[in-house]
């Protein structure tokens, strides 16, 4: 039978049509007013993000919509993000907040939304009546058609199709519905079945090949679209929301959105979008299809998995403290290459190229992002530190926020060393959460003192306690601070001296049996004393910030 044929024998009577949805429902014309062209410059990029909350906000997602929202600006254009929340049985809890602080955080929030955006709403599952005028649409057209396939049924399609080595799926002849008997689907929609929506495959499909250009990829070529997808999901559900390929295509249109940047591998998924805008009669968008960000394994590489890899989460970088121009100047720089060699204030305000984006996927290296961020860290001033600092303990370090509000200046005091007026700053915070690590013991909220001469952190250094002891009693009887670092160490160099200490390292190697230890292990008793380690900036750097009311209360602690 010819294809005009079947399609006029099939065709539903337009009033049983009109009869599946609601009677006030537009005409597509009026969907058009409503959301009309936008008035932009030549060459404006109107392109969006689609996150899903069915889950945390992969940091793959914050690098599309970098790319998204670079190309957008620098082109005067739009960048908006829609809520992809068709899938409500999936949906987690948290998701959308966790949106929200992702978006704030990184400082790529949407330049429309449902408060300042006249194309909104801006979540799907706010939108059903737009879909459901297109879907009337194509059933009155003879692009869509009612489904009443069972799962079993569909079960048996796919079983005897693997049996046949055919490839699966709902097409041609297996689609037991495509040119249904009208009186057939009339009897069930008497009997109340439940039923899909599908769309029309353009006959002819299977094996045919379709091309397509990409911006990142160039011209590419895939298999055309055979199956015949579902485009409204069941009647017996509420709302009657869409699929994600039929939502995307009419929000795309309606929104005006006319460049699509998406990961790869939305790439099999062109031929069938290509034949729903056809379908619909809307203009074609221009893709744009970016490689996903790639972990290093042992024997290679895989995909940054939300499953295996905490760093896939967005979270895990908020949480950690990660400065939020450090993470984002490094995922431009795995964009494009070029921007990783320039200054990162440079690199930030430089535009993304969409055409030197490759087309392999770049690897994610945390130490690389550690060492960038440490060197951003270091060229801020300790007052901006602290303040990162205080805002990032406030939700992930209460105790360390309270302690660094009632302690500011000596805070600042503390940043300072090593890193105020040198021409090599320290670079041993490299994100937020180091804090109170590298820091935490110039505070006495934060930091245990020595529990004596015998003290498991001063083991170590294999000093005789009671020489520890007397030689930390006699500094405190003594001890002044004195600006000259110098004339400081020298009061501790003249002690260890009368202590028995040797001079020097190569001295007390010469004969250990004669001395105590030598310089070094006497310098490091009073290091262990105020700092709790062996490892620390400048002593006497240190002692300035503490003040030497605090530098006596530790050395008593050595003392007692």
């Known amino acids: 039978m010819p294809l005009e044929t079947r399609l006029t024998s099939s065709l539903l009577d ?151 080595k055919l490839p699966t799926g709902y097409y041609g002849s297996w689609a037991i519905w495509r040119d249904a008997d009208p009186a057939a689907v009339h009897a069930k929609l008497a009997d109340g079945w439940p039923y899909v929506v599908r769309f029309r495959a353009p006959d002819g499909a299977a094996g045919q090949r379709v091309r397509f250009t990409d911006i990142i990829r160039g011209e590419l070529e895939h298999e055309a ?9 069941s009647s017996d559900q509420s709302p009657r929301l869409p699929t994600y390929h039929f939502a995307h295509a009419v929000d795309d249109h309606l929104m005006r959105i006319n460049l699509v940047i998406r990961g790869d591998e939305w790439i099999s998924s062109v031929p069938l979008h290509r034949q729903l805008f056809d379908a619909l009669g809307f203009e074609q968008v221009r893709y744009a299809h970016v490689a996903p960000l790639m972990k290093q394994i042992p024997g290679g590489k895989r995909k940054l998995s939300k ?133 935490g013991f110039f505070f006495s909220q934060l930091f245990p003192p020595l529990a004596g001469p015998t003290d498991e952190r001063l083991q170590s250094l294999n000093v005789d306690a009671t020489i520890a002891a007397s030689f930390a009693h006699d500094l405190i009887e003594s001890y002044q601070y004195l600006d000259d670092p110098q004339e400081w160490f020298n009061q501790i160099r003249e002690l260890a001296a009368k202590h028995g200490f040797a001079a020097s390292a190569k001295e007390y190697k010469k004969n250990p049996d004669a001395y105590p230890g030598s310089i070094r292990e006497a310098s490091q008793l009073i290091r262990v004393a105020l700092t709790g380690s062996t490892r620390s900036p400048d002593l006497h750097a240190v002692a300035n910030a503490l003040g030497s009311a605090e530098v006596l209360r530790r050395l008593r602690a050595l003392d007692s």
Not at 225 to 233: A, E, F, G, S, Y
Not at 355 to 381: F, H
Request: with cysteine; aromatic share 10%; glycine share 8%.
């Open 307 to 439: 499953r295996s890899d905490p760093e896939a989460s967005v979270d895990f970088y908020i949480e950690a403290g990660f400065p939020a121009k450090a993470v984002l100047y490094y995922l431009r720089g795995l964009a494009n290459g070029r921007l990783a060699d320039m200054p990162l204030d440079q690199a930030l305000a430089t535009p993304i190229e969409l055409d030197q984006c490759g087309v392999a996927g770049p690897l994610v290296d945390l130490v690389k992002l550690e060492d960038i961020s440490a060197d951003y860290i270091a060229t801020l001033p300790g007052s901006q530190v602290l303040d990162a600092v205080r805002i990032w303990a406030a939700q992930y370090d209460p105790e360390l926020a309270e302690v660094l509000t009632a302690e500011s200046d000596l805070a600042l005091r503390a940043l300072a060393v090593e890193r105020d007026g040198v021409p090599n700053p320290r670079k041993d915070l490299r994100k937020w959460s180091d804090f109170r690590v590298t820091y």
């Open 225 to 233: 679209n055979r199956n015949d997808t579902v485009i409204l999901k």
């Open 14 to 164: 337009p009033a049983v049509i009109d009869g599946l949805f609601p009677a006030d429902l537009p005409e597509p014309e009026h969907w058009e007013r409503r959301y009309p062209p936008r008035q932009l410059p030549g060459g404006a990029a109107v392109t969006r993000f689609g996150p899903s909350p069915t889950g945390f906000v992969h940091i793959g997602g914050i690098y599309v919509a970098t790319i998204d929202r670079d190309i957008a600006t620098h082109s005067g254009g739009v960048y908006l993000v829609r809520v992809e929340d068709t899938d409500q049985s999936r949906e987690v809890e948290g998701a959308l907040a966790q949106f929200a602080r992702a978006f704030e955080y990184f400082g790529i929030r949407p330049d429309e939304d449902d408060q300042h955006g006249r194309y909104g709403p801006y979540r799907q599952s706010q939108r059903e009546r737009l879909y459901l005028t297109y879907v009337r649409e194509l059933l009155c057209q003879g692009k869509a058609y009612l489904c009443f396939a069972t799962k079993d049924e569909l079960a048996e399609i796919t079983a005897r199709q693997q049996a046949a």
